[in-house]
């Protein structure tokens, strides 16, 4: 845990987070939603990883911001959000205690995108979804977007939603694309085994 929390993306984030909202635009509430409707159970428990200041939470009207940076956690805290420090690696949350887990321009920035896939098939109750909001690499300004972030010293990796929607597979979320494009939408819902 300590090796993510020292990650160079979240000790950027934790130095900008005063700032981070008065540069952000509101999150796509209506394409979350969408996201969420993917869910085989009612969506009450919410998860925001890597929530940061807690843009999506609000967009969502409530959840628990769960942030590697210390300074967001604090902002979100003064926003009024629920806020935990914590790795999305390794989530400070019981086995399926959530019906779903939100992941808003962040998933790139994970230390280990595919360990924080496997703690969210974890957490979720069975019929729970993940909700992915990430940028597609393949289009223009996706390509734009990373190769500005690396230049700022980002260690930004972006996944497609494909390759998004097969690992979610191998961790027993069952993919749904709901949007596309350079902004797109992967849920991923808990198989019932
Ligand atoms: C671009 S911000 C997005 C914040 C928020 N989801 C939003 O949409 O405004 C990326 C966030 O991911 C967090 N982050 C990076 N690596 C993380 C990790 N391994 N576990 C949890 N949070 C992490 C950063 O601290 C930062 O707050």
Do not use: W
């Given at each position: 845990?300590?090796?993510?929390?020292?990650?160079?993306?979240?000790?950027?984030?934790?130095?900008?987070?005063?700032?981070?909202?008065?540069?952000?635009?509101?999150?796509d509430?209506?394409?979350?939603e969408?996201?969420?409707?993917?869910?085989?159970?009612?969506?009450?428990?919410?998860?925001?990883?890597?929530?940061?200041?807690?843009?999506?939470t609000?967009?969502l009207g409530?959840?628990?911001?769960?942030?590697?940076?210390?300074?967001?956690?604090?902002?979100?805290?003064?926003?009024?959000?629920?806020?935990v420090?914590?790795?999305?690696?390794?989530?400070?949350?019981?086995?399926?205690?959530?019906?779903?887990?939100?992941?808003v321009?962040?998933?790139?920035?994970?230390?280990?995108?595919?360990?924080?896939l496997?703690?969210?098939?974890?957490?979720l109750?069975?019929?729970?979804?993940?909700?992915v909001?990430?940028?597609?690499?393949?289009?223009?300004?996706?390509?734009?977007?990373?190769?500005?972030?690396?230049?700022?010293?980002?260690?930004?990796?972006?996944?497609?939603?494909?390759?998004?929607?097969?690992?979610?597979?191998?961790v027993?979320?069952t993919?749904?694309?709901?949007?596309?494009?350079?902004?797109?939408?992967?849920?991923?819902?808990?198989?019932?085994?």
């Amino acid at each position: 845990m300590r090796g993510h929390l020292r990650s160079p993306d979240v000790g950027r984030f934790h130095r900008f987070a005063r700032l981070y909202d008065r540069v952000m635009p509101s999150a796509d509430a209506a394409a979350l939603e969408r996201g969420l409707a993917h869910a085989d159970r009612d969506v009450e428990r919410i998860l925001d990883v890597g929530g940061g200041t807690g843009r999506a939470t609000r967009a969502l009207g409530g959840a628990t911001v769960i942030d590697a940076a210390d300074g967001m956690v604090r902002v979100a805290a003064a926003n009024g959000d629920q806020s935990v420090r914590g790795v999305a690696e390794h989530l400070p949350v019981r086995d399926a205690s959530v019906d779903a887990v939100v992941v808003v321009d962040a998933l790139h920035h994970f230390a280990d995108g595919d360990a924080a896939l496997r703690e969210t098939a974890r957490v979720l109750r069975p019929g729970g979804v993940l909700v992915v909001r990430d940028f597609d690499p393949r289009t223009l300004r996706g390509r734009a977007l990373a190769a500005a972030e690396h230049a700022v010293g980002f260690d930004s990796q972006f996944y497609t939603g494909d390759d998004l929607s097969d690992r979610c597979s191998a961790v027993g979320l069952t993919p749904a694309r709901s949007d596309g494009g350079f902004s797109y939408t992967v849920a991923g819902v808990k198989r019932r085994d």
